[in-house]
């Protein structure tokens, strides 16, 4: 069993910067892939970034290549995605979770736990 928490959320002005984490509980969790996915109102979740149990296979939407960056820290149970030079467009409710493969790894359907997410809102 996993148990995620997301943080970091908040407001920020188009061009800033956050930092999303997503504490993980389970001493199994080093093991497991981790997806950001991201939901703005009225529209169907995203995909937005995803890592392998390693750090080693990263893979973005294209709409935010080269402005974030999804890392982890397996000692201390966390996924992170730094996110740069953020846009209005980006305004959405950010959530993470995780699967025990890469496989599939924009569908959101294929992952088995997922925390409760972190609003971040750009504006303009």
């Known amino acids: 069993q996993v148990q995620l928490v997301e943080s970091g959320g908040g407001l920020v002005q188009a061009g800033g910067s956050l930092r999303l984490s997503c504490a993980a509980s389970?001493?199994?969790?080093?093991?497991?892939?981790v997806g950001w996915f991201r939901q703005a109102p009225w529209k169907e979740r995203e995909f937005v970034a995803a890592i392998d149990w390693s750090g080693s296979i990263i893979y973005y939407t294209d709409s935010v290549k080269g402005r974030f960056t999804i890392s982890r820290d397996n000692t201390k149970n966390t996924v992170y995605l730094q996110m740069n030079s953020l846009n209005p467009v980006d305004t959405a409710v950010y959530y993470c979770?995780?699967?025990?493969?890469?496989?599939?790894?924009?569908?959101?359907?294929?992952?088995?736990?997922w925390g409760q997410g972190t609003q971040v809102t750009v504006s303009s």
């Open positions: 979770a995780a699967k025990t493969s890469l496989s599939h790894a924009s569908d959101p359907a294929k992952y088995d736990y």
């Open positions: 389970g001493r199994t969790f080093r093991w497991y892939a």
